[in-house]
């Protein structure tokens, strides 16, 4: 089966500053790949480059058959194309606060997909009652918990038929005890056979759920298998560092990770 994701050689500067120096990924149909590692290596960028919210500096992209970066030719593909078919939540939920939860979840069906407002509102439903929150449907979005507003936004995502799910550290806003319902969401998510890349902090979540571990450092992927070896097992030294310093946070202080504001 043809791959979901595909990267190759993949590079990205911001001027001077190179942040991703030659990324391989291949992600196939039914996949869920965590990628870890510290601040700054460039785990974010990595996702962006994806649904092209970055361009890639060199290297090829392809996703869901369409090469959106190449170095041969410019790409001739429609990105809202691509992007309609891939789903992204993010650290901040940024669901309109002018609209309820329904409405946050209709619009773009509505307006993306063309859905008309019966449809898009029972589709926007029966992702609501998945993510546990199918009677807050009339409420604001500022009356729910911050784990209640990212599982609108993870419905708000579902609702559009992705074939695809990027998740950008999806919990570690949330206060602990909010984090869990949130993860279910996204472990059921994926044992409905959704492909998933998912940048996290959760290592139980990436071990338990992740068929893939990547570690990344520097702009690099250092060490990738699956989850049980990267995690419990690292091969590498880099990676075996970054798991004691965010398994037992009192070995180390964590660099900047709780009080990142960027
Ligand atoms: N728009 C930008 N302009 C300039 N530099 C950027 C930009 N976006 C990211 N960077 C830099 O690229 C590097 C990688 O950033 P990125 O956000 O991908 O890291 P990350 O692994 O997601 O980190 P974190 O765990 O803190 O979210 C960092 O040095 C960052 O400062
Ligand atoms: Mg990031």
Known sequence: MNA???MTNLRKSY????VLSGIDLTVSPGEVVCLIGPSGSGKSTLLRCVNQLEQATSGTVTVLGQTIASDDHEPDIDIDDVRARVGM???QFNLFSHMTVLENCTIAQR????????????IAQENLERVGLGDRGDA??????????QRVAIARALS?????????????????EL????LSVMRELAEQGMTMLVVTHEMAFARDVADRVLFMDGGVIVEEGP???VISNPQEERTRQFLQRVLDPTHTPVAGKEHKDS
């Open 15 to 18: 001027g001077d500053l190179e």
């Open 160 to 176: 559009m038929d992705p074939q695809l799910m990027l998740f950008d550290e999806p919990t570690s806003a949330l206060d602990p």
């Open 4 to 6: 979901v994701i595909s």
């Open 179 to 182: 984090v869990g319902d949130v």
């Open 227 to 229: 989850a049980s070896q």
């Open 140 to 149: 604001n979005p500022r009356q729910l918990s911050g784990g209640q507003q």
């Open 89 to 91: 939540v993010f650290q």
């Open 111 to 122: 307006k993306v997909l063309g859905r008309s407002k019966p449809d898009a509102e029972r």
